[in-house]
């Protein structure tokens, strides 16, 4: 890709450059780097752009704003999401339409506009179903059990993660580790913190394991509050946390559901 980048330059292919730029997109999301994966993403809906793609720059729109949506800046993320959704559905793209719907809903929920960030998750859900695709389905059914704990809703989140089952390994360690953490986030906030240190701690082994590390410190964030944890144990998982967090641009205050404490009261 490196090489590939400045032939499509030279030749002035934008709809080259554009696919080479996202693809490195990609590769920097993966492993972290998520101030420069937003800098390829951005290029690359330039280059889109310049190509004339404009189904092209509603997935590099889309690919940004997952990262916002990660990283809390929520406004940025709904923009995107609005401009990436209206486009596909105009152009009859059924996958990009579930896409956008799935993380808008996330991105609603997490504003605390969960009504209707749980419908638009269940709306994605159903045109995952209808499209046979497994690991979109099993991403979307984790952030409708996250949307749910977020609407203190923890008996639908409940059924929502045991429905979701097994088949969060479909949708590889981002997701398995989501949906980990959900289990644990509603122990803990119905009181069972012996069983949300266990879940929560599965849960960051799942996204060691996988790389995922934003996952990974906000499975420590939740087992920094639990009841249980001593004040020396909750000052080094939030210090592990902050690092990772503050180096990928996450506000962990946005993106993660009320203290369970503050549920019991």
Not at 67 to 77: D, H, K, L, Y
Not at 166 to 174: L, N, V, Y
Not at 186 to 193: C, S
Request: aromatic letters at 4%; hydrophobic letters at 45%.
């Amino acid at each position: 890709r490196n090489l590939a980048q400045p032939i499509y330059e030279e030749l002035g292919d934008f709809a080259g450059l554009a696919s080479v730029l996202n693809n490195r997109g990609m590769d920097a999301l993966d492993t972290g780097r998520w101030d420069e994966s937003c800098a390829y993403f951005e290029e690359s809906l330039t280059a889109r752009r310049r190509a004339g793609d404009v189904v092209g720059m509603a997935q590099c729109a889309h690919n940004l704003a997952e990262i916002r949506t990660e990283q809390g800046r929520f406004e940025e993320a709904e923009r995107l999401l609005r401009e990436a959704r209206r486009i596909w559905r105009a152009s009859g793209f059924a996958m990009g339409v579930a896409a956008a719907t799935n993380t808008l809903g996330r991105t609603l929920a997490r504003t605390g506009r969960t009504e209707e960030g749980i419908e638009l998750l269940r709306e994605a859900r159903q045109r995952f179903e209808d499209l046979a695709h497994a690991p979109f389905l099993a991403e979307t059914e984790a952030r409708l059990a996250e949307a749910l704990v977020f609407a203190g809703q923890l008996s639908e989140a409940t059924e929502q993660l045991e429905h979701l089952g097994d088949r969060a390994a479909d949708g590889g360690p981002p997701v398995a580790a989501l949906a980990r953490r959900m289990e644990g986030t509603v122990a803990a906030a119905l009181g069972d913190a012996t069983s949300a240190r266990v879940l929560l701690h599965q849960a960051r082994e799942i996204a060691d394991k996988g790389g995922v590390d934003w996952e990974s410190a906000m499975s420590a964030l939740e087992m920094a509050r639990l009841n249980d944890t001593t004040v020396d144990e909750r000052e080094h998982l939030v210090k592990q946390a902050t690092v990772v967090l503050e180096r990928m641009g996450i506000s962990g205050e946005l993106v993660m559901p009320p203290d369970p404490r503050a549920a019991q009261v």
